[in-house]
């Protein structure tokens, strides 16, 4: 399709396991976005990356997150030493380019982190 | 830090009715304002905006008004359809890091036919 796509939908960790959430962007998209979402809340900014670049990566909540986007293109959000306030809908999104008053940002429809 | 402070829910309405949903904001200088909706099994999806003090933005017979005065952009919509159930969420970036979007935790509205 022509959205952004991501993957698992769904995944279920134990605690302490690593994850690994994977981003596929709008074709030609520079840039890229990771956001976290607990349940009951608005989504909360992790990072930012322009083509492979990482801008900003204030909103990660510890040394434990890690994303990447080696060319440009996909990207993926790993949580290593998985713990249950990681529980969340982990929301990837795109744009032409960045900043937000020109360009419109799409947002896929996130992957379910439940960490038991 | 900026922070957006959005009407609690859930809401519900019978078709027709008028939806306010309240937005207010706090942030540095002059952000950019933002409404975003989540349709069930969709995802977010921007609704409208407005970039300055005074500008409405509308889209799908929605509106909302920034009004610096008040600090807030409160959504409306005069006569609602089923098809309008979704999460609502209000945002707002600042000028310096435009790219990123401040949330508020979102209103359930349900719209009954």
């Known amino acids: 399709g022509a959205g952004v796509s991501q993957s698992p939908r769904y995944k279920v960790a134990k605690r302490g396991q690593d994850v690994a959430l994977r981003c596929d962007p709008i074709s030609g998209h520079v840039s890229l976005f990771w956001y976290q979402q607990a349940l009951g809340q608005g989504p909360e900014f992790l990072t930012y990356?322009?083509?492979?670049?990482?801008?900003?990566k204030s909103g990660l909540p510890s040394d434990r997150f890690f994303a990447e986007r080696p060319e440009g293109s996909v990207s993926t959000l790993k949580i290593q030493r998985t713990q249950q306030e990681d529980s969340a809908v982990y929301l990837c999104?795109?744009?032409?380019?960045?900043?937000?008053?020109?360009?419109?940002?799409?947002f896929g429809e996130g992957s379910w982190l439940t960490v038991v | 830090g900026n922070s957006v402070t959005q009407m609690e829910g859930p809401v519900t309405l019978s078709e027709e009715a008028f939806l306010t949903i309240n937005c207010t904001y706090t942030?540095?200088?002059?952000?950019?304002l933002f409404w975003y909706v989540q349709y069930p099994g969709e995802g977010l999806q921007l609704l409208l905006k407005a970039t300055k003090a005074d500008d409405k933005g509308s889209n799908k017979g929605f509106e909302a008004t920034y009004r610096k005065e008040t600090t807030s952009f409160h959504l409306e919509k005069g006569s609602v359809q089923v098809s309008d159930s979704a999460v609502y969420f209000c945002?707002?970036?600042?000028?310096?890091?435009?790219?990123?979007?401040?949330f508020g935790a979102g209103t359930t509205v349900t719209v009954r036919a």
């Open positions: 990356f322009q083509n492979e670049a990482q801008l900003d």
């Open positions: 945002a707002l970036s600042d000028r310096i890091n435009d790219y990123k979007l401040s």
């Open positions: 999104a795109s744009s032409l380019a960045w900043g937000q008053v020109g360009h419109t940002i799409y």
């Open positions: 942030a540095t200088g002059y952000p950019s």
